[in-house]
């Protein structure tokens, strides 16, 4: 099952155009998943004015945000048929910062991301960016798990713990010390798990691979505890009916663990829609934000103190302790305790599927936005736009294809030739321009 995720832009381009007032540009990445610059593209066709002279809104709200991977792949391959953006580079004059494309007369660009907390965020709240945040995977896991409202489940229980343990790339190379970690404490045979030996992201065995954190490496061949998992890296939202219905507790496997930032994607979001009640392994604090949004979580079922442990290692050992304590409870107290345990789960269950919930991700993306666009007016002087555009007139070769009478910048689709001058809109353009320039100088 996977979700249109361009009508999710539309739909957020519908949110933000009521707030705005008008209309606005929003670029996405496509096909969705990519993370290559290249692939940061514009989610219609707008003409020229309206890429010069209207908000911006880039979205990097799929993927945790990484300003260093883009500050160092900003320099954007520039189309061969674009005469002005091949003079640009070859005059050294940026065609963006980061991600963000410098040919809008506004200061800065909003940016809608998904995270809270972290070094990536800290260095988006610049002069270029006015970071938004809304739970974009909370939109979407709607969507991808909408059937699960409408199933029922016929219980036939064999293990206690469902765990869907796929990529091990990246960010989740704890996944790996985690399987490990069930092998030493003997919880192989209580834990329906699938594991991959080999990441298809990277085609290599995880013992040819160099850990960033060298303590989640496997003191144990994992691949001969656990049977392997056929499934891609980009299944996360995929389950089977039958492991929810043969097992009692997911224990949700994160993108982010080893790491500061907060970001919770529809991999938490899937026991809850599935009704089962769940530890998560996430960064810390996870829970406390699942909370913040009208989910309950299982304090009276289980210690849940690993939830607020900064240190990761700390954090897994006793996730994998709670684990254990459950197994060896007798089976009359550990009934006793999922009875508990399955009536929050419903709860949680009837909220995540709720009009009122749905409204509430609505309202937060809402409110920010209007803050953030409120913030872009105010503060505008369009400088860079006017100092780029001083720059592109010192080129003489530049100034002399957008003056020639046969220039006809709205026939290409080259995002530069909203810099051209010499046409009527062009005109109205800089005008509005010089406008906040004018402005700022006044205020100050």
């Given at each position: 099952m996977s979700i249109p995720l361009d009508r999710l832009y539309h739909y957020i381009e519908s949110i933000a155009q009521e707030v705005c007032k008008d209309n606005i540009v929003i670029y996405r990445f496509t096909p969705h998943g990519s993370k290559n610059i290249e692939n940061l593209d514009l989610l219609k066709k707008y003409n020229w004015k309206e890429v010069a002279s209207l908000p911006c809104l880039y979205c990097n709200d799929q993927e945790p945000l990484n300003y260093e991977f883009y500050s160092k792949t900003q320099n954007l391959v520039v189309d061969p048929q674009d005469t002005v953006g091949l003079l640009l580079h070859k005059h050294q004059i940026p065609i963006q910062e980061n991600f963000r494309h410098l040919i809008n007369i506004y200061d800065q660009s909003i940016l809608l991301h998904s995270e809270q907390r972290g070094i990536n965020l800290e260095l988006y709240t610049n002069s270029q960016f006015i970071p938004v945040y809304y739970w974009s995977h909370a939109i979407i896991a709607r969507d991808w798990f909408r059937f699960a409202e409408h199933i029922t489940q016929h219980k036939s229980v064999n293990k206690i713990f469902l765990v869907y343990n796929r990529a091990w790339s990246g960010t989740r190379e704890y996944r790996l010390g985690f399987a490990d970690r069930l092998i030493m404490?003997?919880?192989?045979?209580?834990?329906?798990?699938?594991?991959?030996?080999?990441?298809?992201?990277?085609d290599k065995h995880y013992d040819l691979h160099q850990f960033k954190h060298p303590h989640w490496r496997p003191q144990n061949v994992i691949e001969k505890y656990f049977p392997l998992c056929k499934a891609e890296s980009h299944c996360s939202a995929d389950f089977e009916l039958k492991d929810y219905e043969s097992t009692k507790i997911e224990v949700v496997l994160e993108t982010l663990f080893d790491d500061l930032r907060l970001h919770l994607t529809e991999k938490t979001l899937r026991p809850i829609a599935m009704g089962q009640p769940f530890i998560l392994?996430?960064?810390?604090?996870?829970?406390?934000?699942?909370?913040?949004?009208?989910?309950?979580?299982?304090?009276?079922?289980?210690?849940?103190?690993?939830?607020?442990?900064?240190?990761?290692?700390?954090?897994?050992?006793?996730?994998?302790?709670?684990?254990?304590?459950?197994?060896?409870?007798?089976?009359?107290?550990?009934?006793?305790?999922?009875?508990?345990?399955?009536?929050?789960?419903?709860?949680?269950?009837?909220?995540?599927?709720?009009?009122?919930?749905?409204?509430?991700?609505?309202?937060?993306?809402?409110?920010?936005?209007?803050?953030?666009?409120?913030?872009?007016?105010?503060?505008?002087?369009?400088?860079?736009?006017?100092?780029?555009?001083?720059?592109?007139?010192?080129?003489?070769?530049?100034?002399?294809?957008?003056?020639?009478?046969?220039?006809?910048?709205?026939?290409?689709?080259?995002?530069?030739?909203?810099?051209?001058y010499n046409r009527k809109f062009a005109a109205e353009v800089l005008k509005k321009a010089r406008r906040y320039y004018l402005r700022s100088l006044y205020n100050h």
């Open positions: 404490l003997g919880l192989v045979d209580q834990t329906l798990m699938r594991v991959s030996p080999i990441d298809s992201s990277l392994a996430g960064t810390y604090g996870s829970l406390k934000y699942l909370r913040e949004y009208g989910f309950k979580t299982f304090s009276d079922c289980w210690d849940e103190s690993y939830d607020m442990m900064t240190d990761s290692v700390d954090r897994m050992n006793k996730i994998t302790d709670i684990m254990s304590n459950i197994v060896s409870m007798s089976t009359s107290k550990r009934e006793e305790m999922l009875v508990r345990a399955c009536a929050i789960a419903e709860h949680n269950r009837q909220h995540f599927f709720s009009d009122e919930f749905q409204l509430l991700i609505k309202q937060e993306l809402s409110d920010n936005l209007s803050k953030a666009f409120n913030k872009l007016e105010t503060t505008n002087t369009s400088k860079i736009y006017l100092e780029n555009r001083k720059k592109m007139l010192s080129i003489k070769e530049i100034k002399k294809i957008i003056s020639a009478k046969d220039y006809r910048p709205w026939d290409t689709p080259t995002p530069w030739d909203a810099h051209s």
